[in-house]
């Protein structure tokens, strides 16, 4: 692979983690752009990175780029990549996990949604974040720029979204994380019936508020806390949005 070459990447920069198992640990984040879902909350309410999938930019990095980002902060260790949907890019993938896992020994974690397996990556966790029921497109309102949400945008979703023998994989070749989004009590019957099916344990399980801004978390955090502890969860928040508000790269 061509390092010079500009990749599918929008975003590369240092942060603090701020979801899961890894919270608190300084990392290079790697954004990649281009996804197979199109995830709404609420009438309102987007991912929090909906610039790599309702509305992708191109990408505007290579792989020398991250390279010089990671050593410019040498004492980093960690670094993850996100999306968007990683998975749509598999030699890029493999590249970079092997260069930044194996070549320059720091700790990979892959956040994906699951929607498709890729052999041969480096990756010492997996964060699996499987979008539920609640993450279903709202036909008839808009997206962050004003486009109408269609039937088309619907189907989308759907197509990807339950792709429970490729999640299995994932799972069962390397450690993982399992972080499904919660926006109401409703909302974990399904959370609780998919660990069931993939056999993941609570030990492993983070569940996450809903919301791209501090308005939208704040609805929701009270009444997951409450679940985790009652029922031996792990609650995991999004400081990034609490520290920033919708401030990109942090």
């Not at 410019?72 to 749509?88: A, E, F, L, R």
Request: glycine share 6%; proline share 6%; aromatic share 10%.
């Amino acid at each position: 692979m061509d390092y010079s070459k500009r990749q599918p990447i929008v975003e590369v920069y240092p942060c603090l983690q701020s979801e899961g198992s890894l919270t608190g640990i300084p990392h290079i984040l790697i954004r990649t752009t281009g996804c197979v879902l199109r995830c709404q909350f609420s009438d309102t309410d987007f991912c929090d990175s909906w610039y790599t999938s309702w509305h992708p930019e191109k990408g505007g990095y290579s792989i020398d780029d991250v390279l010089e980002v990671c050593y410019k902060y040498p004492h980093i260790k960690h670094v993850m990549i996100s999306g968007g949907s990683p998975t749509m890019h598999p030699d890029l993938l493999r590249e970079l996990t092997i260069t930044l896992g194996v070549n320059l020994d720091m700790h990979v974690t892959l956040e994906t949604e699951g929607s498709a397996f890729i052999e041969g990556c480096a990756i010492d966790l997996v964060s699996l974040s499987p979008k539920m029921s609640n993450s279903l497109p709202r036909i008839g309102t808009v997206t962050p720029n004003g486009t109408e949400i269609t039937a088309k945008h619907y189907a989308k979703h759907e197509k990807k979204r339950m792709e429970y023998d490729e999640m299995r994989k994932w799972i069962t070749k390397h450690d993982y994380q399992y972080k499904p989004v919660f926006s109401s009590i409703e909302d974990m019957d399904e959370i609780e019936w998919l660990a069931d099916e993939l056999n993941i344990p609570k030990t492993k399980t983070w569940i996450m508020p809903a919301g791209g801004t501090e308005d939208e978390l704040q609805k929701r955090r009270a009444p997951l806390m409450e679940y985790c502890w009652k029922n031996g969860y792990n609650y995991t928040d999004r400081i990034h949005i609490v520290a920033y508000g919708t401030k990109r790269e942090v």
